[in-house]
């Protein structure tokens, strides 16, 4: 599916996201990223992925990576039933005004983070918190929008996706990095 | 207020002689028994300072719905990553001066209806006909009012002094989100705060007058149950119809079926606040439903006559009454519908017209020509219409969903991204169910029957409702009437246990249907707090949605809890604007239970209950500019509001950072020492995802510095319990909330002190200050 946002009055600015057009994209980005963090939200513990769900994928690449996840809304259960354990969790607003601050980090000891992959806050929600992010994060934060929508407001967004294509797409990221 | 009158019979001098004179000077306001505080009539930068601590504590965090400012026609100007706009606005700023207009907005459409009310009543009742909001029960009859503008009123008349002063300021705040004013967010920020508060009063003024003119239920914590739902409403009647949130014609309607013997011949019932208000005016009136169920209900053809006054009425409201021919009547100015204005027409031919189809709709301005229209229409109209609707049947239903293309636009002009093209794909195949489940989550705004944007025309709003006939027959529940005020003998009796947070907390859950969700989720998560004991207070929409929930015995929540402002009390103050009982009742305890000065002495009250008062509000749906302009008068309060998903279009959190404990300092008045207290309450203004989170929240935002032990204890007991159910683990921030072993909650004590120990947590030196977060109230000084 084309690159706009799936919600069709969601319209951004002139600025919109790169389309990532090859999942390995990804990797390449987390390779190169100092500090990267997972912001993961509720509907990664919601979506059915035909007998398994987005964290499933996040907890491979989390795992290969070492990258910590804050999770949103109450996902943090389901990351714990899983026998995986979030690096925080805290609401999606709190996580967003936290990456705008250049000198936070998760841990609260290393340098800031530089990369925020982000999946599954609401739509709506993941969009504004996207453009919050855009205006007053940009001088040191990069954003990639893993969801299975386009989020215009991200540096870079996989486009509209069938779950099919989504699933393989998370696949294939987890794929390459645990190659590495 | 009262006004110096002199009479002369006769002066005579050299060059004049006056016989028979009287005059009125002045208007000259009673005084009462407390002398005027530091700041009456304030004005936009009167509590700028305290604003500026409120956002030192709770900075902004902008969420831009748009990365282009559209105002001016410099324009359109990108403001995206640090760009500024043709006149030098930055991002920061333009997300403020929306957040701004919006909250003027919404302060201006309750001054206007204020305004509308208040002169209406003078020329029906006179200018002294005296307010009477609970009579020795309630003596603190204004709050917001008294706290703001030093003004006590007595009568309909003192309302329009107060509402002088209320426009004023609108004027000015309107004026400064003009291009080339304010350059400063946090300086609009405060204008909004400034907004919010002028609001409250702009609303307490136009409750103060209907109740006490309506004679409405007042402070009565037994008010009455009525009936509410599609289901409840005798189909086999002429129906009469009222939305908006004005009620005078809705009041005259019955009036006038009362003096005609038809009470019980017709059913008059209303959508949003004009039907809350209508049933605190008359019990036989029925309440269809919230603002969501606008177009439904119309739709259905259940309404023979259809009475509009102002807001929050669909815009197209006259072509939805068009296609089930019942005529619609707009009896106010703010809303004309494109329609002829027939006030001054005979009676007789105004109803000719709309019964013999001749006019779609007349604008009747004279509520009680209006309210006779209606009823004779009603009766006119009724055999000939025969409740015809466009609800589609079952047949027909999965006729039309056999057309569905799944091109999937539907869903994605959804607001809530409702899985439209999975029901129509199971309803082409003759299973309904897909589409009845959606029911309750569509908030019928009909973007999905936008043009062009099925390919097919389906109307997909109206499948949904005729997919769910079962279900809106079975729409029948209780809902309790507004009783208006809190009475000052309750705020006596709950005054310590609140301040003490011994009553875990108190619940203002409010605002309009703009769900994320069903809109069931309102009651259960208000339920769970019932049943933890927690005082809930309710307005408007979601007060008729809790209503439209039955537990587990089978009971509306107002029929399994009690009215009353106490513990596990469920409390419904009424329509939009009796929101001011509820911030009121904090300002109460302030002034009754605590005994502060009231008078013109915002500052301080506002400052003892964001200290002391544990009060949290919430509004799940909150989609309008007049929620803003609600949630912003408690923030000046204070007081700490969590919006649903949809209110993070509202483009700004206001959020405290409890990772910074320099932010966390309050002063103790008795030394004047600076005292860590902890994030309490952790943020001003937040928008969560889903219930689990609003529920975890609630608890912990009605922590504050001044809980006793017993109190934290009781408040760390709720947090930790919800959080270790919906989260699956003990929270990570216990150690900022216990100030003393005695705060723990004794049940957790082990799981706890493993925690304190691993974060190498130390007791606080000074856990029971006396806070303040104002130098000037500080009685002796320390270090």
Redesign the interface.
């Known amino acids: 599916m084309a690159a706009e946002p799936?919600?069709?009055?969601e319209?951004?600015?002139?600025?919109k996201a790169a389309v990532i057009k090859n999942p390995e994209m990804v990797s390449i980005l987390l390779k190169k990223a100092k500090k990267p963090v997972f912001i993961v939200?509720?509907e990664a513990a919601e979506i059915d992925l035909g007998g398994k769900k987005p964290i499933d994928h996040i907890i491979r690449i989390a795992r290969a990576t070492n990258i910590p996840v804050v999770t949103?809304?109450?996902t943090?259960?389901e990351f714990?039933?899983s026998g995986f354990k979030p690096a925080?969790?805290m609401?999606?607003?709190?996580i967003?005004?936290?990456l705008?601050d250049p000198e936070?980090s998760v841990s609260?000891e290393d340098d800031p983070h530089d990369l925020a992959l982000i999946l599954g806050?609401?739509?709506?929600?993941g969009f504004?918190?996207e453009?919050?992010l855009?205006?007053?994060a940009?001088?040191h934060l990069k954003t990639v929008s893993l969801d299975r929508y386009y989020q215009p407001h991200c540096n870079w967004s996989f486009p509209n996706l069938s779950i099919e294509e989504w699933d393989r797409h998370l696949t294939i990221i987890a794929q390459e990095i645990e190659k590495k | 207020m009262k006004k110096a009158r002199f009479k002369v019979d006769e002066l005579e001098s050299d060059i004049f002689k006056i016989t028979g004179l009287e005059a009125t000077v002045g208007n000259f306001y009673e005084e009462w028994e407390e002398t005027p505080g530091p700041t009456p009539m304030p004005d936009i930068s009167t509590f700028r300072d305290w604003d500026r601590i409120l956002l030192n504590k709770y900075?902004p965090?902008?969420?831009?719905?748009?990365?282009?400012c559209c105002l001016c026609t410099m324009g359109k100007c990108?403001?995206?990553?640090?760009k500024k706009g043709a006149c030098g606005l930055d991002?920061?700023a333009q997300q403020s001066r929306i957040v701004l207009l919006s909250c003027a907005i919404g302060a201006a459409t309750h001054a206007g209806h204020g305004r509308h009310m208040v002169e209406e009543l003078i020329s029906k009742f006179g200018s002294d006909y005296p307010l009477d909001v609970g009579g020795l029960s309630v003596l603190v009859e204004a709050p917001h009012t008294r706290l703001v503008t030093g003004i006590k009123p007595r009568t309909l008349g003192d309302l329009e002094d107060v509402l002088d002063y209320v426009e004023k300021e609108i004027t000015h705040l309107l004026s400064c989100c003009h291009t080339g004013q304010e350059g400063d967010n946090l300086d609009f920020e405060s204008k909004a705060f400034h907004a919010g508060m002028i609001d409250h009063v702009g609303m307490e003024v136009c409750d103060l007058a209907q109740i006490s003119a309506f004679d409405f239920p007042k402070a009565d914590p037994e008010a009455s149950l009525v009936d509410i739902g599609i289901g409840s409403i005798d189909t086999s009647k002429p129906v009469i119809l009222v939305i908006g949130h004005n009620v005078p014609p809705a009041a005259a309607i019955f009036d006038y079926m009362e003096d005609s013997g038809l009470e019980d011949s017709i059913e008059l019932t209303g959508i949003c606040c004009t039907a809350l208000d209508l049933t605190r005016y008359t019990n036989k009136a029925k309440i269809a439903g919230p603002l969501s169920h606008q177009l439904r209900f119309i739709r259905s053809g259940i309404a023979d006559v259809i009475v509009v006054d102002e807001q929050c009425i669909r815009a197209d409201i006259l072509d939805e009454a068009k296609k089930v021919n019942a005529p619609l009547i707009s009896t106010n100015y703010k809303n004309f519908q494109g329609l002829p204005n027939r006030t001054n027409d005979p009676i007789d031919e105004i109803v000719s017209d709309l019964v013999e189809g001749r006019s779609p709709g007349v604008v009747i301005l004279d509520s009680d020509k209006a309210g006779e229209a209606a009823v004779r229409i009603a009766m006119g109209v009724f055999p000939k219409r025969k409740k015809l609707g466009i609800i589609p049947e079952e047949g027909e239903i999965i006729e039309y969903a056999m057309k569905c293309t799944k091109c999937l636009?539907c869903q994605?002009?959804c607001?809530n991204?409702l899985p439209l093209p999975e029901a129509m794909e199971a309803a082409a195949n003759g299973n309904l169910q897909p589409l009845s489940d959606l029911y309750e989550s569509c908030i019928g705004c009909v973007r999905c029957e936008g043009e062009g944007v099925c390919p097919n025309n389906l109307k997909l709003h109206s499948m949904i409702i005729g997919a769910s006939r079962s279900k809106i027959k079975d729409e029948k529940f209780k809902v309790r009437v507004g009783r208006g005020a809190i009475s000052d003998t309750e705020i006596r009796r709950v005054g310590g246990p609140i301040v003490m947070g011994e009553i875990p907390g108190v619940i203002g859950i409010v605002g309009c249907s703009n769900y994320?969700g069903s809109w069931k989720d309102n009651a259960i998560m208000i339920e769970e707090f019932l049943k933890r004991r927690f005082i809930v207070t309710t307005t408007g929409c979601a007060a008729m949605n809790i209503g439209m929930y039955k537990n587990e015995d089978g009971l509306s929540l107002y029929e399994a809890y009690s009215g009353a402002f106490d513990a596990g009390g469920l409390v419904n103050c009424g329509s939009c604007v009796s929101n001011p009982h509820i911030s009121g009742a904090a300002i109460k305890i302030a002034s009754i239970f605590a005994k502060r000065k009231l008078n013109s002495n915002y500052e301080e009250i506002a400052d003892y209950i964001h200290n002391r008062v544990g009060a949290v509000g919430i509004s799940w749906g909150a989609m309008s500019q007049k929620a803003s302009s609600i949630a912003s008068g408690f923030w000046r309060l204070g007081i700490p509001i969590i919006v649903g998903?949809?209110g993070?279009?509202y483009?700004r959190?206001l959020?405290g950072?409890k990772?910074k404990d320099e932010d966390w300092y309050t002063i103790d008045a008795r030394t004047g020492k600076r005292v860590y207290t902890g994030p309490a309450p952790e943020?001003l203004f937040?928008?969560?995802?889903?219930k689990?989170?609003a529920m975890?929240?609630i608890p912990k935002l009605c922590i504050r510095p001044n809980d006793t032990t017993k109190g934290r204890s009781i408040k760390l007991n709720h947090y930790i319990d919800l959080h270790k159910r919906?989260?699956?683990?003990m929270p990570?921030d216990i150690q900022l909330f216990v100030r003393t072993m005695a705060d723990i909650p004794i049940t957790m004590k082990d799981e706890i002190l493993e925690i304190l120990k691993e974060k190498d947590w130390k007791e606080s030196e000074v856990p029971a200050p006396d806070p303040t977060l104002l130098p000037r109230l500080v009685r002796k000084r320390g270090g």
């Not at chain 2, 965090?61 to 282009?68: A, E, R, S, V």
Request: hydrophobic share 35%; aromatic share 14%.
């Open positions: 799936w919600q069709r009055y319209i951004p600015g002139p600025i939200g509720h949103t809304a109450h943090m259960a714990l039933k925080a969790s609401t999606s607003m709190d967003g005004n936290r705008t936070w609260g806050m609401t739509y709506y929600v504004v918190i453009a919050g855009k205006s007053f940009f001088n | 900075k965090f902008y969420l831009p719905l748009c990365d282009l990108d403001l995206s990553k640090g991002m920061a636009s994605r002009v607001p991204y994320p998903p949809h993070s279009k483009r959190a959020l950072r990772d943020h937040i928008s969560v995802e889903t689990e989170e975890t929240l919906f989260y699956g683990a990570d």
